[in-house]
């Protein structure tokens, strides 16, 4: 039995590797084909009677660390210097506003329809209202570099508003200025510990001699994440710091402390950090969407009940969104398709407390927004063609960025 499991492993993660590889011919987005594969496996398992343990625990797991990775894989590619601060003010707000419309706008929607309390309403809406940075980031690899750029930073920031924003709705009882007071203390922490954190761990990078280096670093950021989940700290803005500074060096340079880093060596090790980091988010991404796929039920798939709101909040979140990039305007084609749900998405579903959990959002309504949004971003990006080198870069200074290319 052992040697079956291995092959099986093996096969699946080479051909979750092959999906990748592929993605820029076909455009399709390798999560679709992964989710499939998974529940086809599932399919194939009850078919020949095959028993398997319950894997629905470990899915959270692969999940979180999926998530953390992406966000530090994405940050360590971001620049960040004087002259990107209105692009990246842009990005901000193009991130945050439509968290708050949407989850605002369908948390009323459950009210009225399902008779709930706002704050329950709010508990459920958030999860489908955060951008996937594991499907955009890829997805967007083969774009011009100020809309790749752009996507990394919009899907990053989103995920980490959206995490914050359903912490403070699920977490706290009642919502007052007491709240909001113990809200900017628990920022104020988690600036602090990732200002410290993210100097030891670079310095540990820079002076470490023995062969193992990377992974003690990165079992160290995922532990640093874990704890300060445990006390309701948005550990992803340590992560995205984390990033910044290591794939930043250079715009350092000014300050006298960076000097103590010996910032020459430790840009040679960050670029083998960044490719040892982007080995593991395909093996941690790819488990993850298989074992999800593996644990779809076919009735939760094609549950006409959740169609119907399915494609309704879909059409709600590209509404919205051609409404924002058309306000900054920004260029439609392709950034108005890639806004996927996707693991984060599903890890927030997961984590939404029992006497939270509404009838209107299930399992099946998860599954069919993730698999529309997708759709729609493979559409977008078969009907996209990719702008000659030149007219990647943003211009300086120019809040007006992305798209005027």
């Known amino acids: 039995m052992t040697t079956e499991i291995i092959i099986t492993v093996c096969s699946l993660l080479i051909l979750a590797y092959l999906f990748d590889v592929t993605s820029a011919k ?24 095959i028993e398997i343990p319950d894997m629905t625990p470990i ?11 992406i966000v530090l894989e ?15 003010a842009k990005s901000l707000i193009i991130a945050f506003v439509p968290i708050l419309v949407f989850s605002f706008g369908l948390a009323y929607t459950f009210e009225y329809f399902g008779n709930v ?6 508990a459920n809406a958030i999860p489908l209202a955060v ?26 920031l989103s995920d980490i508003f959206g995490v914050i924003f359903f912490n403070f709705v699920t977490l706290n009882d009642s919502i007052g200025a007491h709240t909001f007071n113990n809200f900017v203390v628990e920022m104020l922490i988690i600036l602090v510990v990732s200002f410290v954190a993210t100097l030891v761990l670079a310095f540990l990078l820079s002076r470490i001699k023995h062969p193992v280096k990377f992974m003690p670093i990165i079992l160290m950021i995922i532990m640093i994440y874990t704890v300060a989940k445990i006390f309701h700290l948005p550990g992803l803005v340590f992560i995205l710091l984390f990033g910044l500074f290591l794939g930043n060096l250079d715009e350092l340079k000014s300050f006298k402390f960076i000097e103590k880093f ?3 060596i430790l840009n040679l090790e960050v670029v083998k950090f960044k490719e040892l980091t982007t080995e593991v ?4 991404r790819a488990i993850f969407f298989l074992l999800f796929g593996y644990l779809i039920e076919t009735e939760e798939l094609l549950n006409p009940n959740t169609v119907v709101w399915a494609l309704s909040i879909t059409a709600g979140i590209f509404v919205l969104r051609f409404v924002l990039l058309k306000v900054f305007r920004m260029k439609l084609n392709p950034l108005l398709y890639i806004a996927p749900r996707g693991l984060i998405t599903i890890l927030l579903f997961l984590s939404i407390p029992e006497n939270q959990v509404i009838d209107l959002v299930d399992k099946s309504l998860i599954i069919q927004v993730i698999i529309f949004s997708a ?31």
């Open 375 to 405: 759709l729609i971003m493979m559409f977008g990006l078969m009907i996209n063609k990719k702008e000659p080198e030149q007219s990647e870069v943003l211009p300086d200074n120019n809040i007006q960025e992305v798209a005027d290319h």
């Open 74 to 88: 994405g940050s360590l590619e971001l620049e960040f210097h004087v002259s990107k601060i209105g692009f990246i």
């Open 117 to 122: 309390p706002l704050k329950i309403g709010l």
């Open 262 to 264: 010996r910032p020459d």
């Open 59 to 69: 899915l959270p797991i692969f999940g979180t660390i999926g998530l953390i990775l």
């Open 26 to 49: 076909t455009k399709i987005p390798p999560v679709i084909l992964l989710l499939l594969v998974g529940w086809a496996f599932s399919q194939g398992i009850h078919f020949f009677g």
């Open 281 to 284: 988010v395909f093996l941690v």
């Open 131 to 156: 951008i996937s940075s594991s499907i955009a980031i890829p997805s967007a690899q083969n774009l011009i570099h100020s809309q790749r750029e752009f996507i990394t930073y919009e899907s990053s």
